[in-house]
Structure formats: C-alpha cells, structure tokens
C-alpha cells in the first residue's frame, strides 16, 4: 500500500468508526467478556478486524491505528495481534491519547523496517484523563518499527497510548466533571477530565477516589480518606440507571466526612450520560445522606453596564437606573460587583480601584493604580486586578490590598482576570514574548478566606493567537474574546477541551457571561447571544459599555 493509500485508508476508516449506530461482526481475534456496562445511547461499539495475511508495513501500522481506536471493548486484543511478543505484553493503550486533525492528511514515510507518519495534533489527553489542547499548526511524528514474525509483519516498537483521529476521539471519549469541595466547605469545584465512553462512571469513581490534580490540589480537599477503593474496581449501572457503588474498607469509609463523600459521587457521576441515581454501600452497610453544597454554575442578579455616568441594569427588556448608587466619577469604567451588591467597584478616570458612590457616599479608594486591568470581585469580597506587570493584587474594603504570590506570571502582563463563582479557580489572560495565554489557576487562601498565592495553572485555548477579556460562562467554561482565525470572535474556551468560536460581533469590546451572554460593541450597542451562535442586538438599549454580571 502506499502512503496515499494509507492516508486515505485512515480518514475513511475513521469516518466508518465515526458513524454513530455503525456496528461491525468481528471476523478475528480472541472471544472478549463483557463488562456490563451500560453506556449512553451516542456511543458504538466497532470491532476491529486483526492482520491479513502478506500485510505491508504500512497495512500493519493502518490496521493497528484501527484496531486501537476500536479497542475499548475487549481491551485491544485485537490491536496487540499486530505487535511481536514482548511489545504485545508491554504496550500500554491507556497510556494516554495524541488526537489528530480529520481535516490534515498525516504525513507516512517507510524507511525500511521504519514506518513515520507526521501527525497534525489537536489535543493531548494522558492516562488520567487531563485534555491539554494543543497550539494551531502543532505536528509530531509517530514512529513504528516492524520486523518479520513468521514469516508476516509485526510492531516491534510503538509508542504508547493512542493515536485518534478527533472524530474517532469524540464517538470513542467523553468530557466530564470530578467534584471536590471548596476549602471553606462550601461548595462543590468541578476538574474535567475525558474519559473512555465505555464503563464511564467506573473511570469517575476511580478518579474522584485518587484526589484532585496537582494544579487544583492545594485549594480543595477530597472526603475520600487514602486507602480506600472501590470493591472489585468496578461500578455497575443497572438498566434503572442506578450507579452502585461499593467501597473498601468500612472502617476508613464509615470514619470519613460521609455527608461531603456521598455529595462528590453525587454530582461526579450524575453527570455520566445514563445515571440516574447513585448508591453507596461499604462492606454490604448502605450509606446515604449527601450534603447539600453550591456549584459553581452562574452568578445570580442581572447584567449592569455603563451608560454615561450611570450605572444601569437590564432586566427582560429595561433598562434603568441600579436602586441607591449615585453618579460615577468621570470616566470610570469595568464595574465589577460581588452576587449580594454589598461589594461595588470601578475604575475611575484615574485609573484608580474605587468603590462605588451609593447613598451620598463618596468613593473610597481601594488601590491607586493607573493602568489597572478590570477587575473582579470574589464571593469572600476580595477584588482581583493587576497593573499589567507585577502580578496579581486582591485588594479588599476591610484592610490593604495583598499582592497574590503568583510566579508563573513572572516577565508576563495581565490583561484581563476573572474569578470563578467557586473561589477557587482564577482565569488569567496574559502576554508575554511567546504571545497570549489563558491560564486557570487555583487559589490558595487562609482560613479567613485572604488570598495567600496561586498554584501552576493550566493553559486553556491554546489555538487563539489573541486574547482579551475572559469571563466565566458556566463552572468549567470560559468566554474569551480573541481571534483564533479570521476576525476577532467570543470563543468559547474550556477548561480542559476543544476552544470553538461564536459568530464575530462588529466591533466587538467587551463581555458578559451569564444566564444570558451579552457583548458590547464599540458604538454603545448591546448584543445577546441567541442559541450557540447567533448575535441579536438588543433593542432600545444603546450607548452602552462594559456589561458586567457578579464576580
């Protein structure tokens, strides 16, 4: 086969493996049990077929790409027909997973023994499920090494996990949250992670029961005690839909925080497509009684924006005057508000962090700064900004502004922040010498809720080559203004998955992320987006600025 061969071998293949509903009578490879899952109703089951005969390099490396994209059911015996012995036992499948472009051929040269393919990446995903998607245009080459086994072509080396076409990716993988809980206690804080379709709510009870990432570990604890693991390391879904979850042993369970337990499987697996209900039971005892903790999701109250020197809300379709705030210092702009309205902020002319005028008081001056990027306002009450170098500050109306320890920001400038409704999470939009970054940090506080530093944070959108303002759309997505191609776009940003832009808004400036999603545009019209795609202006409302929800 040649490499056009190949080539084109893999994208229609993949298209095949693609078909939701497609399911294929295996012709060879060993009889796999099931595992009695049941898995939501987009999902396939394709079997793979093993080596013919006379096979080239080539048909070998193309079939054993196939076979592992298909391999969930039956744990790729069919894939490891392809490998000689020793690497048939070593090879680790879930590994972790490069995600390819459909829309890019990869590259295949053989040389010899040697077969290449230079593959256009998407994503990387790695054996606990953390998707990092990877910047445009990235590429890495794949190396297989072949010899002769009986006479028939095998792979002597491959490198380990999967290498996926997106389409194959997203039939085969899905996005779901882990939850832990906030450090005060009280609320629930979402991880992503991507995990195989098949026998989902297992791979979440077993990722929910080994903690939290590094990047997020320092700002949540986890009511799991070490030691404790599930029963069989399994979780059955009966067809009710109940997720039956056994743990071992009872002595650590029965020990544990059980109301906290109980509310992170709770909501990690009611977030798996088919889940209906869960129970827990330790050692044949059934435990029950979750806690009732918030979620991130979005911020009460309605949108407020600018309008002179005024400070408005829009509410259905008026928009007035917000009750007790008087007139604003002259050119202030970037209101920021905490969800009860007992923290209001602007900045002034100035450039000055100021509070609010409300009820005949005049401002108070939170933080002198100048070039201060907007700010955002935290359910503790604390104000995160920056003045572009320097790092992070959190300044509050109860004592001095403290500067946040964050060294990854170091030679950097912020341009925009943002403040996940949890508390725990920080959005950070910054420029340095490789171009912009949207980073998610956690944020480390002391037990009187005073920021003391950030963790590593992780990239977000790493395909946009231009980043502005960032605001929380929902608990684990993030709006960005930015361009990624063509003209500047809100792009829907996850924490961890794919970035896809909304249709572009004409002069696009700002951003508000809530129930409803609003934009303003540079001639003072307010947008809202309607659906996943379309911009409607909103009627009767104009010379507007900076719309801004809590936080």
Known sequence: MTARRLRRALVACAAVLALAGCVSVPTSGPVAPGDGTVVDAGSIDVLAEGPRPGATPEQVVEGFMLAGGAGFLGEFATARE??????????????????????????VSQDGRVVTLQV???????????????????????????????????ISSAPQGLVLDQSVFDQQFRATPLYFVSADGDFLVPETRWFPARNLQTSVSRALIAGPSPWLRDAVTTAFPEGVTLTAQTVVLDDQGVAQVNLE???????????ELL???????????GVRSVKVQTEGVLVDGPATLERGG????????????????????????????DAL??????????????????????????????????PVALLQGGTLVAPSVDRFGWVWTSRGTGGLIAASTQGDPVAVAADWLDGRTVVSVRMARDGTRLAVVSRGTDGFSVDVCAVVRDASGTPQRTGEPIRAGAVLTEAGEVVWLDESMLGVIGRSTGATAVHRVPVSGPTTALAEVPDLVSLAGGKVVYAASGDGVLHKLVGNATWVAVSGVEDVRDPAYPG
């Open 263 to 273: 509310a992170q499987l709770d909501q990690s697996l009611l977030a798996v497509p």
């Open 329 to 362: 210092p002259a050119g202030s702009r970037d209101p920021a508000r905490d969800e009860a309205g007992d923290v209001r902020v602007v900045i002034d002319g100035a450039g000055d962090l100021v509070t609010v005028p409300a009820s005949g008081e005049a």
């Open 82 to 107: 392809y490998l000689t012995g020793p690497v048939r036992q070593d090879w680790q499948p879930r590994a972790g997973v490069i995600v390819y472009s459909p829309s890019v051929e990869p590259e």
């Open 249 to 259: 042993p009872a002595s650590a369970v029965l020990a544990a925080d059980l109301p």
């Open 120 to 154: 256009p990446v998407v994503a990387r995903v790695d054996a606990e499920g953390r998707y990092v998607e990877a910047p445009a245009a990235a590429q890495e080459s794949v190396t297989f090494e072949l010899e002769q086994d009986g006479g028939e072509w095998r």
């Open 298 to 325: 979005l911020p009460d109250g309605p949108v407020e924006m600018l309008q002179g020197d005024r400070l408005m809300t829009f509410d259905v379709d008026a928009l007035t005057q917000v009750e007790g705030v």
